[in-house]
């Protein structure tokens, strides 16, 4: 986990130990533009979820099981994935689940440390007074959480660190990464690969498609619509637009961008036999560019905030 991380999910048995041990890291998240999603076993009242959307933006998802922490990760392809060591058979296996995801998704994962050398240190000075605010509306620190709710930083451990390093609960860690590597991690790599090669060649298809196309026109009243490229135009910002809507995954896009834009370059050259299919004139210069401008916008559009469906799942 860097300083700053686009999108991250902070499993936690309660909020009122999230926001103790980890509130500074999400309220940091939030304000350098990132999302911050929290996980917890047990709702909240109208007042502390108030309390808490101060620090996370309001979106709080209530697991009923170990599912709902994959469910939700999953939807945030681009997530840190955060999680405390656990105390209880419940947190355990909502540790677990959180595990499982993290491996799956290709993420670190990273738990709640008091120790000397951790692997990442958050400096939480901006963010403390608000920290402490929404801990005082949620029932303040407990004797265990007490010296890390008013400290200037928070620290975390990266799982695989925490392991080698043999920490307290370094059997529970273990248990979690060797379930979750023997469950997902196989089929990661080759997933990953067959979705870039896949929306790759998505790319090329609706690329080669818009630029037989975009030169059709149709008489309306006299006047010639260029109604292929309205339709290519459409077709490639939907494709592209909606692909970061679902996957958000840059490296996804970016695989159906590039053969999207280099089906059109390779288009616009003349063939062994002098013929082009991209032939002079403004409608070929607007498709020309279009994808290309297309894809560096959604490409290098901010990380957007999670569905609003996502911020009170209760138990209903």
Not at 183 to 193: D, K, L, Q, S, W
Not at 200 to 205: E, K, N, P, S
Not at 291 to 316: C, E
């Amino acid at each position: 986990m860097a300083n700053r991380a686009d999108r991250a999910v902070f499993v936690f048995p309660d909020a009122r130990s999230a926001v103790a041990v980890a509130g500074g890291t999400m309220a940091r998240v939030v304000e350098e533009g990132g999302t911050s999603t929290l996980i917890t076993a047990l709702p909240l009242s109208p007042g502390e979820h108030d309390a808490l959307a101060r620090l996370t933006g309001g979106d709080h998802v209530v697991a009923a099981g170990p599912g709902d922490v994959v469910d939700v990760a999953e939807n945030r392809a681009a997530t840190v994935l955060i999680a405390p060591g656990v105390a209880s058979p419940a947190a355990a296996a909502v540790a677990v689940a959180a595990g499982e995801a993290a491996h799956r998704l290709g993420v670190p994962l990273f738990r709640v440390t008091d120790g000397a050398e951790p692997s990442r240190r958050i400096d939480i000075g901006l963010q403390r007074d608000a920290k402490l605010d929404a801990l005082v509306v949620l029932g303040g620190a407990t004797g265990a959480t007490a010296d890390a709710a008013g400290a200037a930083t928070e620290s975390f451990q990266l799982v695989d660190d925490a392991i080698d390093g043999g920490s307290a609960d370094a059997s529970t860690t273990a248990a979690t990464a060797s379930r979750a590597a023997s469950v997902a991690e196989p089929t990661t790599v080759g997933n990953r690969i067959w979705s870039v090669v896949l929306a790759f060649v998505i790319g090329v298809v609706v690329g080669a498609v818009g630029t037989v196309a975009h030169t059709t026109t149709v008489a309306i009243a006299g006047v010639d619509v260029p109604i292929g490229l309205i339709l290519a135009i459409i077709a490639v910002v939907s494709l592209l637009v909606g692909l970061r809507l679902v996957m958000h995954d840059r490296l996804i896009v970016g695989a159906c961008a590039v053969g999207l834009v280099g089906i059109v370059a390779l288009f616009t050259l003349p063939s062994f036999g002098g013929s082009v299919l991209i032939p002079e004139g403004i409608l070929s210069v607007i498709w020309t560019l279009t994808p290309a401008f297309t894809a560096a916008l959604v490409l290098a559009w901010p990380s957007l905030p999670p569905r609003a469906q996502h911020a009170h799942r209760a138990a209903g």
